[in-house]
């Protein structure tokens, strides 16, 4: 008996991976369960008319909030390096310090 080749492989699907292959949704639960307050607290700035200053308000009132920032941002490391217009920065979540600034 002869396969047709071409139509096999019609039948292939273009990948295997479900969601679970790229998350670790177990590890996410765990992770969220730990950070959870801290995730509500920062649910307080939705709908905020001036998110700069609550969020500095927050950060003064709040410290521990900024171990959300990376997790939220997707970033492995506590320390971030972002340039804008007013300069460069290092924003060390380790501490609840303000953040630095470097020129």
Known sequence: MKRNFNEWLKTFKSSICDY???V???KVYVN???IKVELNILNSLIGSKNIE????K??????QV????PILLA????EIYS?????EYLFNFNKSNKISSYK
């Open 66 to 69: 900024l171990k959300c920032i």
């Open 83 to 87: 340039i804008d217009g007013d300069g």
């Open 53 to 56: 200053r609550d969020f500095d």
């Open 32 to 34: 969220i369960e730990n």
């Open 75 to 78: 970033v492995r490391g506590r």
């Open 24 to 26: 670790d949704f177990e």
């Open 58 to 63: 927050l950060i003064n009132d709040y410290p």
């Open 20 to 22: 679970g292959y790229y």
